[in-house]
């Protein structure tokens, strides 16, 4: 997939390249030419943007900050010291991608940063350089800077000749790293931080490692790009590179593309390319901005996925509809010449890819409703009667793990946890062996998802420590501490919306412990998937499964992850009896693997079946810590669960 | 003394962008749109009164007895139609990114992309001043000031002791609690929104009094007005004159003493510091925002 992929963009670019070098053989106008080149250089700047911001899902405002840094770098490394053009490509670049770096070093920082702010910031970013480029005169100090003409080949007729080959290379290197970024590990990180970032990072993926390279690689590409920009346009001023005109303008290509593939930016480029030039032609100039606005506006309404996605699912009637106007037309010949008609022919398509048609039903990728139910095995009925607590030989709970229970796995010493004045928990204590099946109970704000939160690295202990087979936990990232041996499941199921059933679980997989590569990920994944019956599901999207379903996804997932101890955060919240017995019975087959469990849960029948322990949490402290019957019994724990009267009464 | 004079001087011109950010506050923080074309209608605003005041001779403050019923218009519709299409926090970032575009560009194609400036004689306010003690001030800032004053009190006020004002803060906090206890949330935002784009046309109207105005003048305020929103904490309307007072002082205050180029440096960083510690706003400890 990989080498044929690449292999594809070495041809398409010897075949562009051959555009260039035979261009008078061919009796191609020079027009089409710097036509492409623009085409080039939009389709790199909206390819750079749409590595962070199409991948990952954070907007970028300042692209015009790579494109100026870049075109900065060329001007006054070329036009005031007299360094070779070809030497500030390179330097252009790296520097673009050390302000990248810079910017994603402060913005990542915050864990809870949100998108919005993240797209605020780097509106921000090229208004700072504006600043420090008017003022200072090594710089440009407000007068602009002059770009040299680049020295070119003898074998190349004109300049413009050279710069299309220049922003050919370019453009096609920023495709082909945005086309091997998708298909490897890099790309499937970027996606889960688009589609549930703190999920991905609890799964084990170094999601501020993945944004720096993410923002890096936009940086890199957007500098190396910029520098062209500066031959291009042959004077560098503050306000040709640092406004708000490349951001809109690769915002609206990407958008209009599709941001989730390497082709949608390609694509958006070259029509909104196309449509500018047209506009202009036609003596439309002032229209091009509000063209361009409307595109966005309407698009993110109307089909905020782009063109791309919905090219593959109508590809044939693009291309006809693409022939047939572009050919009539050229038959007719009344208005305009063969680059109006091209351009007729493609708005024709891209009307025909968007016009709002019936999406699949959810029902017609699922699978056949006989195959949705999963046929319980016998020893699935076993189970089942087992966990419902009236029958069989198991009957008598907690039997399987019992006396097995190993070496301390979890170790709290005194962790403490406020939240502003509140203390949310307070001093805990609590020691958890491998082995054990471990009920974590209480009222509703006791502390016990504050303590979840704490184990899996969500949040870090205000004072106290926390161990997990030994290792000091608190501090680590989240991924780092998925690494030590930690899952968890939410209690609002989070998966990977982009991704299939089958790929949420691989995508754990893949950042694992010891890391695995796609295919390998995938069929793992099955096994996991098999031990909450999903695999009837593997192919459908998480949009398409029902709660339930959606809750045992969460509980493929975490176990994919090969923990040592799994947190199961009121895993079984909004499920009704049946739901409910079928899930116990998924518990007790994880636990039967020999994972630690940890299970957060309301339902004290399904504490009572599941648990060799019982923890409770009360007002953020230990309140009791014993086996189910004794803890059950406790005065203090039906004072705290019932009230003092219940217990007065019941006693 | 010169310092101080720019100090002062800056803090009313603080209260300019505190009346330019109080709309998009408070429709970010309460109906949760991000709207950039809040800074189109400002322009709008602004390129109203100017055109009002040229052509028909009306007092240039007195024309926003016209712009405000205007915008209220447009607010009142473009939330409606957000409302309807279902566009959420971020996509509106995008939407209102591109009717800002639209904005820009179609008042270019109106009145040129050259600068518009009323006249002395229809802006009588341009040229006066009122000295207190040593220090000067041009009427316009004072103008703006005062406006400023006004309308954050008494956004305040009505947010915090009418039922319409208690009703927006029920459903900023929780929208579901809050339409189940009978908040018709459409209507509240259609009002909320329609007040905001008012507040537009007194900005742009502010604006005018005191300078010259280009279609691209937006890409001006963007920075300043959304420091001024980010730093008086999202939604908080009290904040909002706070922050504007800080922003326009140390602006001014680099200006002076460094360099006028150097402010939006001094400016940005300033964002960029407040986002990293104080995400939720200079009166909000970032504890308490986090939960």
């Not at chain 1, 044929?4 to 030419?33: H, K, N, Q, S």
């Not at chain 1, 096609?172 to 970032?197: K, M, N, P």
């Not at chain 1, 890819?353 to 195959?371: F, N, Q, T, Y």
């Not at chain 2, 001030?137 to 954050?152: C, E, G, N």
Request: glycine share 10%.
């Amino acid at each position: 997939m990989m080498a044929r992929g690449l292999g594809g963009f070495v041809l398409a670019f010897a075949a562009l390249a051959a555009l260039a070098v035979w261009r008078e053989d061919l009796g191609l106008p020079i027009f089409y030419l710097v036509l492409a080149s623009t085409a080039l250089f939009w389709i790199a700047q909206a390819t750079s943007w749409n590595v962070l911001s199409g991948y990952s899902g954070y907007f970028s405002f300042g692209q015009g900050a790579f494109v100026g840094v870049g075109a900065y770098t060329t001007a006054v490394l070329g036009g005031r010291h007299g360094v070779d053009f070809y030497l500030t490509v390179p330097v252009a670049a790296v520097f673009s991608a050390l302000l990248a770096l810079l910017v994603g070093g402060l913005a990542f920082r915050l864990r809870s940063f949100r998108g919005e702010i993240f797209a605020l910031l780097t509106l921000a970013v090229p208004f700072i350089l504006a600043a420090l480029a008017r003022v200072n005169s090594e710089i440009d100090g407000g007068q602009g800077v002059v770009v040299p003409v680049a020295e070119y080949p003898e074998w190349l007729a004109q300049f413009q000749d050279f710069l299309y080959l220049l922003n050919l290379v370019v453009a096609v290197a920023a495709v082909a790293a945005a086309f091997a970024i998708q298909h490897t590990r890099f790309g499937w990180a970027l996606a889960s931080i688009r589609d549930a970032e703190d999920v991905a990072e609890g799964l084990g993926v170094a999601t501020f490692r993945y944004k720096m390279l993410a923002i890096a690689v936009t940086g890199l590409i957007g500098g190396a790009a910029g520098s062209l920009f500066a031959l291009q346009i042959g004077f560098v001023t503050v306000e040709s590179v640092f406004g708000l005109t490349i951001p809109l303008f690769v915002i609206v290509m990407s958008v209009l593309g599709g941001r989730a593939h390497w082709l949608g930016p390609v694509l958006g480029a070259v029509v909104i390319v196309l449509i500018q030039d047209r506009l202009s032609a036609s003596g439309f100039e002032g229209w091009n901005l509000i063209v361009l606005g409307a595109i966005l506006a309407v698009l993110v309404v109307v089909a905020p996925d782009g063109l791309q996605a919905r090219l593959w699912r109508r590809p044939w009637q693009a291309a006809v509809a693409l022939v047939a106007v572009t050919g009539v037309l050229a038959i007719v010949d009344g208005w305009g010449g063969p680059l109006d008609w091209f351009v007729a022919g493609v708005l024709a398509a891209v009307a025909v890819v968007l016009w709002p048609g019936k999406a699949p039903a959810p029902a017609e990728r699922r699978p056949a409703p006989s195959a949705a139910v999963p046929v319980p095995t016998d020893v699935d009925r076993g189970e089942a009667a087992e966990s419902s607590g009236h029958s069989g030989p198991q009957l008598r709970p907690n039997s399987t793990i019992d006396g097995e229970v190993g070496e301390v796995l979890v170790e709290c010493r005194d962790v403490t946890r406020y939240f502003g004045g509140v203390r949310a928990l307070d001093g805990v204590s609590l020691q958890i062996r491998a082995g054990e099946l471990v009920g974590l109970v209480g009222p509703n704000g006791s502390g016990k998802t504050t303590l979840v939160n704490l184990l899996s690295g969500a949040l870090r202990p205000t004072s106290g420590s926390i161990a997990v087979a030994g290792r000091d936990i608190v501090g680590l990232a989240p991924h780092r501490i998925a690494h030590v041996g930690v899952s968890r499941t939410h209690q609002i199921p989070k998966p990977f919306e982009s991704m299939t059933v089958r790929d949420n679980v691989a995508m754990a997989i893949m950042f694992g412990r010891s890391a695995r590569p796609l295919a390998a990920a995938r069929e793992e994944a099955q096994a996991c998937l098999d031990v909450v019956h999903l695999r009837h599901l593997a192919d459908a999207k998480p949009a398409e499964i029902n709660l339930h379903e959606r809750q045992l996804l969460e509980m493929a997932r975490a176990i994919a992850t090969k923990p040592k101890v799994l947190l199961l955060d009121e895993a079984l919240a909004g499920l009704n009896p049946a739901e409910i017995d079928a899930a116990v019975a998924v518990v007790r087959r994880i636990h039967a693997t020999g994972i630690t469990i940890v299970i957060v849960e309301h339902l004290l029948r399904v504490v009572n079946q599941l648990a060799t322990r019982v923890v409770v949490l009360n007002q953020g402290a230990l309140l009791a810590d014993g086996d189910p019957r004794t803890v059950m019994n406790d005065p203090d724990v039906i004072r705290a669960y019932l009230g003092r009267h219940a217990h007065a009464r019941g006693t | 003394m010169t310092t101080l004079q720019a100090a002062l001087s800056g803090a009313l011109v603080g209260g300019m962008f505190a009346v330019m950010a109080a709309g998009l506050s408070l429709t970010w923080g309460m109906l949760r749109v991000i709207n950039l074309a809040h800074f189109g209608l400002i322009l709008v605003g602004a390129y109203l009164t100017f055109e009002l005041a040229t052509s028909w001779g009306i007092d240039p403050i007195l024309t926003i007895v016209l712009t405000v019923p205007l915008m209220f218009l447009v607010g009142a519709g473009l939330q409606w139609a957000f409302d309807r299409l279902g566009v959420e926090e971020f996509a509106s970032l995008l939407v209102s990114f591109g009717l800002l575009i639209i904005v820009m560009q179609t008042v270019s194609n109106v009145w040129s992309a050259d600068f518009q400036r009323m006249d002395g004689d229809v802006n009588p306010y341009a040229t006066e001043s009122v000295s207190i003690g040593r220090f000067v001030f041009p009427a316009p800032t004072l103008i703006a000031f005062v406006f400023a004053v006004v309308i954050v009190v008494a956004a305040d006020q009505v947010l915090r002791r009418t039922f319409a004002g208690r009703a927006l803060r029920a459903f900023a906090e929780d929208r579901t609690v809050a339409s189940a206890f009978g908040i018709d949330h459409r209507r509240l935002g259609m009002v909320l929104a329609g007040l905001s784009a008012a507040s537009a046309a007194v900005a742009g109207m502010l604006f005018a009094l005191g300078n010259a105005v280009t279609p691209s003048t937006p890409f001006e305020w963007i920075g300043m007005v959304f420091a001024v929103v980010i730093l008086g904490g999202i939604g908080q309307v009290g904040g909002v004159l706070l922050a504007g007072v800080l922003v326009g002082t140390l602006s001014a205050v680099v200006s002076a003493t460094w360099s006028p180029a150097l402010s939006p440096l001094v400016l940005f960083s300033a964002i960029i510091l407040a986002l990293l510690f104080r995400p939720y706003g200079l009166l909000t400890p970032a504890a308490r925002g986090a939960r």
